[in-house]
């Protein structure tokens, strides 16, 4: 893993929390976008080497909607850069850890993704993710 890429943090609403973090991280959201896939509307901080990504659901029954409807509003994950992330998914899912998605998919902010099982990272949601190529 090259480092942390980013912190996920689930919100209500990006309408009230965009203005929050700007202030409280003193930066402009430099980004938003939907991922439709995942039920997510997404905005982007970039705070030294590291971002902050709030996700706001767009369907009720989303995993970031099923999230905050039991344990509120909060950090939701943590993002780590990868070179190779199909050779370090097969790596982690030999050493027992559970591989959520079997193979990469489209994730927000030009990346490929992937999710570990919080059950087998002592229950912290683990993204995986690699700058697309091309």
Do not use: W
């Not at 700007?22 to 976008?33: D, G, H, R, S």
């Not at 970031?64 to 909060?74: H, M, R, V």
């Amino acid at each position: 893993m090259l480092k942390i890429e980013h912190l996920g943090i689930a919100v209500k609403k990006l309408e009230a929390s965009i203005p929050l973090f700007e202030q409280l991280l003193n930066t402009p959201c430099y980004k938003t976008e939907e991922v439709t896939s995942e039920g997510v509307n997404t905005a982007f901080f970039q705070t030294g080497d590291s971002k902050i990504e709030l996700l706001e659901a767009t369907q009720p029954g989303s995993p970031i909607a099923k999230y905050i409807d039991k344990k509120g509003e909060g950090i939701h994950h943590i993002a780590f850069e990868v070179e190779n992330i199909e050779a370090e998914m097969k790596r982690l899912a030999a050493l027992g850890f559970e591989i959520l998605n079997p193979q990469p998919k489209n994730g927000a902010d030009n990346k490929l993704v992937c999710f570990l099982h919080p059950k087998t990272t002592n229950g912290v949601l683990i993204e995986l993710c690699q700058e697309k190529k091309g």
